[in-house]
């Protein structure tokens, strides 16, 4: 069977004291892809012998992720044998709360995330009349907005129908929050809220990561998939500092990745905003207010 793309293998590991998970990852663009994967269980298994620990078969699970097209072209992965272990690869698996399907579409990560938030949001509704505002802002905010902000970058070039049930969940929160009616419109809520719509959200969550990229070269695996861009000839754009490279995306599946959503997020920003690299804190505020004024002023 020819490749496919990349299998991560997530395993459930027992201890007497605790019970935790270790993840690998390979590309399977290598024909030998499987039997290094293999060995490098079996290496991780001696490991875990030898400092007290075993692996939990039950726990096993692994998942196959490429393009769909790709997938459909390169047939089925139905299992994937590790020593005496045989993993059946899933649909999706979720890794520290996100919910990770085999096309990176996300669709049952949003599912997931929009059906714990309405869960909160009917329980704020019975409150509402009984607690002030900024009471209720806080708890919309944390119970809520923490939902959906968290791990939020990985949704930048997600589909517009996940978008919009994201930012559905938040217009209700919004409407409840601020006590207005459905039928009011929800941009000037938003505004006095100071609430930034979830597209925006998403942008402001990449550029601040690539902020603390480019500024602590930190962590090593995610520095090195981005550079700054050297202009071969003088150009207007030229004056600008700290400007990345974006690299060539054939596919729309390629273009969400790090290494080209942070320099299209990045360079899109003003010139106050990348040519000032001394604060987070600095940058963090510019960035909210940039994003505040294209939503709202206009």
């Known amino acids: 069977m020819a490749p496919i793309a990349t299998v991560i293998a997530g395993f459930g590991i027992c201890h007497s004291q605790y019970a935790d998970d270790t993840q690998l990852y390979i590309s399977l663009k290598d024909p030998n892809a499987l039997p290094l994967l293999s060995l490098c269980f079996e290496t991780v298994h001696k490991w875990f012998s030898l400092n007290g620990l075993s692996m939990n078969s039950t726990k096993s699970e692994a998942i196959v992720i490429g393009t769909g097209a790709r997938q459909r072209s390169e047939g089925i992965l139905h299992t ?101 009616r459905r039928s009011d419109r929800i941009t000037p809520v938003l505004a006095r809220l100071h609430w930034l719509k979830i597209a925006d959200r998403v942008n402001y969550k990449v550029a601040l990561l690539t902020f603390k990229v480019v500024t602590s070269q930190k962590p090593d695996y995610l520095f090195d998939l981005i550079r700054f861009n050297i202009p071969v000839r003088q150009l207007r754009s030229s004056d600008r500092q700290n400007r990345l490279y974006i690299g060539a995306s054939k596919t729309v599946f390629a273009s969400r990745a790090f290494c080209y959503a942070a320099p299209t997020v990045w360079n899109k920003l003003p010139c106050e905003l990348t040519d000032d690299l001394s604060s987070l804190n600095i940058f963090r505020r510019k960035l909210k207010t940039h994003l505040y004024r294209n939503a709202f002023s206009r």
């Open 80 to 180: 994937i044998d590790l020593g005496n272990v045989q993993i059946q690869p899933s649909n999706s698996v979720k890794s520290l709360g996100v919910t990770i399907d085999s096309t990176l579409s996300f669709d049952a990560h949003v599912d997931n995330v929009c059906k714990a938030s309405y869960f909160h949001i009917r329980a704020l509704r019975h409150v509402r009349k009984r607690i002030p505002e900024s009471v209720a802002l806080t708890i919309a905010s944390s119970m809520v907005g923490a939902r959906l902000d968290y791990c939020n970058a990985v949704l930048y070039g997600t589909s517009k129908s996940n978008i919009q049930k994201l930012q559905r969940v938040q217009n209700s929160l919004a409407r409840i929050v601020a006590g207005t």
